[in-house]
């Protein structure tokens, strides 16, 4: 029989494009279909390492410390506070003893001169004379008395008393500094004594520590020549964090991801929009979100007095124009004229009409009869209102900002009301020829920056969320979990690509005790490093859970899985045809029963039941120093050296 060489693999599922609308989301599948590839890689000589602890050794030097009870502690801090206020009181005092002392010195250098003077006879005198010692000059000053007193100085007298002044000196300050000294030694003393190394078992725990090392014995065992199953795995922990996200009583749920930036040109805030911007908050919980902005707006003024191109009163938004209007004029008489203009539109008022006057009537009277004259009063005069539409023609169609206002009068009572629609602007992009509303586009940013950072404090909260319950699930089984996860996605793979379809009929046929992996994982640091960008921390977490996160974050894993020799022939004629093969009624002598294989496995069973490899140089054992957490007092007080040679309390067993 011949068949293509033995190898089996699952396609990749199919990548689905992002929804540009926000959708439920729905709850993580408990399984996922396993996606990779099998071969048989041939044979192989297995070899398991095997560790014996061997015991502990002293490690590097941790500190040394001085822990004392409180009350030591309390006794030792004020004795360190007596001792700083000592020392400021010794530095003043001897400070104020060196000014002193120098001054002393002079005199004394000066009153050693007048006395050798006196005893040698050099001057007849000495009333009014003063000698004095001041840097390394003798200085005499003053006058004799007699006329015949005369200083006698020779080179030898000079040089007897420089010698004889310079010798006080010299033991003067030799005195002062030894005394110095012995303040300073007795100090330092009782500080030593306060913190000195102290291991008689009294109650503080002072001395030299050390960190403790474990020392193991590794040693490669072999287990003779297997072939192996070489079987690659694509997202190995995925199924397994997805079984653990859907556990408890509310599975978690990754937040819909935005179109943060995704579309061309980083124009992802266009997918908001006013029909939709509410559905998005919902979804990101957001209730506060601002309105889109209207199409059009009204605003209005009233002015009832006399104004000059005033701009406060009448102020269009930013991002609307004027896109129509009305303007409305009222007096309560038309004796008086008016004027206004809104924009540089002017508004007509009404014609000017001349005040009635009082008109006397005076009846015809006669010598016997008298008549009143009748007064006729004046006519009241007409008040009058104008309503004006701005249309397209007007100056003030198109305006934006403040729009200024006049209005003349000299009528005492008049009005005008101004209202203006405003409509936003829209602008006509260049390059595309597309209509661009700036108003709209800036809501539109301002509401995806809202659901931009909503997202991501969901996500900060869905990861740590993932993190606490991964960790719950993995709590110090790690490494049972990687095996047992690789070793059920193996067995799937090979069910879902070979001829048997039963992983429990291939379980059997592999020695997964020597199964090994390793993991493919997203390279670090591939990016571009800001300057300012904060260095890596410290990595302090032990190799399993490196291990273990490198498994969580890999995006293909590598299985190497032996057969067992018994069982070899039956699981590469399961992994090719079915899942078993009718056995003779009679049993070979050796108990072995007979299995066809494939043409392309003959070569790798007729080479592991080849001659046995040559055996080579015995595998010589290793010891490793593994660093441990812990660490231990020394027996002696002995502290490391750098040299070659290190003490013999250094090297001591703990």
Same mark, same amino acid.
């Given at each position: ?427 006509? %992009?260049?390059?595309?020829?597309? =209509?661009?509303? !700036? &108003?709209? #586009? *800036?809501? +539109? ?5 809202? @659901? ?100 969580? %974050?890999?995006?293909?894993?590598? =299985?190497?899985? !032996? &057969?067992? #020799? *018994?069982? +070899? ?5 399961? @992994? ?79």
């Amino acid at each position: 029989m011949a068949a293509a060489p033995l190898s089996g693999g699952a396609p990749a599922a199919t990548t689905q494009p992002p929804f540009q609308e926000p959708a439920p989301a729905a709850a993580p599948t408990a399984r996922q279909a396993v996606t990779g590839q099998w071969s048989l890689l041939g044979v192989g000589e297995v070899e398991v390492a095997r560790q014996t602890l061997t015991g502990y050794a002293p490690g590097e030097l941790a500190e040394i410390v001085n822990l004392m009870p409180r009350q030591w502690q309390e006794r030792h801090e004020r004795s360190v506070q007596a001792s700083e206020r000592q020392a400021s009181r010794d530095e003043e005092h001897s400070r104020s003893d060196d000014q002193a002392s120098h001054s002393d010195a002079a005199n004394e250098l000066a009153d050693t001169l007048k006395e050798s003077m006196y005893t040698e006879g050099l001057v007849r005198n000495l009333s009014n004379v003063t000698p004095s010692y001041g840097n390394l000059n003798l200085l005499l000053t003053g006058s004799a008395a007699e006329g015949a007193g005369k200083l006698k100085f020779d080179s030898d007298n000079v040089a007897r008393l420089v010698q004889r002044m310079s010798e006080q000196a010299a033991q003067k300050v030799a005195d002062r500094v030894n005394a110095q000294r012995r303040d300073v030694w007795r100090q330092w003393r009782e500080r030593r004594e306060s913190q000195c190394i102290d291991n008689r078992g009294g109650e503080r725990l002072v001395g030299v520590y050390r960190w403790v090392d474990r020392l193991l014995r590794v040693s490669l065992k072999p287990r003779g020549r297997h072939l192996v199953l070489a079987v690659q795995l694509q997202s190995p922990a995925s199924a397994w964090i997805a079984e653990v996200l859907a556990q408890g009583p509310l599975p978690l749920v990754k937040p819909a991801p935005l179109a943060a930036f995704g579309t061309a040109d980083g124009q992802g805030y266009a997918l908001v929009t006013p029909t939709n911007y509410q559905s998005w908050g919902a979804q990101y919980g957001l209730t506060d979100l601002p309105a889109p902005p209207a199409q059009q707006i009204a605003i209005s003024a009233q002015i009832t007095r006399v104004t000059i191109a005033d701009r406060s009163l009448l102020r269009v938004p930013e991002g609307y124009a004027v896109a129509s209007g009305s303007a409305t004029l009222a007096m309560a008489s038309t004796t008086h004229g008016l004027v206004a203009s809104v924009g540089g539109t002017s508004l007509n008022g009404p014609a000017i009409s001349a005040p009635a006057g009082l008109s006397v009537t005076v009846p015809a009277g006669s010598a016997t009869s008298v008549s009143d004259p009748a007064l006729a009063p004046p006519s009241a005069s007409a008040s009058w209102l104008s309503a004006t539409s701005f249309t397209g023609a007007d100056a003030v169609i198109g305006l934006t900002g403040a729009i200024p206002i006049t209005v003349m009068s000299d009528a005492p009572l008049f009005g005008l009301s101004v209202e203006l629609i405003c409509q936003r602007v829209t602008l006509t %992009d260049p390059a595309t020829n597309s =209509v661009v509303d !700036p &108003l709209l #586009v *800036q809501w +539109q940013m301002q509401v995806y920056n809202r @659901l931009l950072h909503a997202w991501q404090d969901q996500l900060r909260a869905y990861d740590a969320d993932v993190a606490a319950r991964i960790s719950a699930a993995s709590a110090a089984q790690t490494a049972a979990i990687q095996r047992g996860v690789l070793q059920a996605q193996c067995l799937a793979l090979l069910s879902a690509t070979s001829a048997t379809n039963d992983p429990q009929a291939l379980t059997g046929f592999f020695d997964w005790t020597c199964m090994s992996w390793h993991y493919d994982s997203p390279l670090a640091g591939t990016g571009p490093r800001q300057t300012d960008a904060q260095a890596a921390p410290v990595m302090t977490e032990p190799a399993s859970a490196r291990l273990f996160r490198r498994f969580l %974050d890999a995006d293909l894993a590598w =299985v190497l899985i !032996p &057969l067992r #020799v *018994q069982t +070899q022939d039956a699981a590469l004629f399961a @992994l090719q045809w079915q899942a078993r093969w009718p056995a003779p009624p009679v049993r070979r002598v050796d108990g072995a029963a007979d299995v066809p294989v494939a043409q392309s496995t003959v070569i790798a069973l007729e080479e592991q039941r080849g001659d046995e490899a040559t055996p080579g140089e015995p595998r010589h054992a290793w010891t490793l120093r593994v660093p441990l957490p812990l660490i231990y007092l020394q027996r002696g007080d002995a502290l490391p050296r750098f040299g070659s040679h290190a003490p013999s309390a250094s090297r001591e067993k703990p």
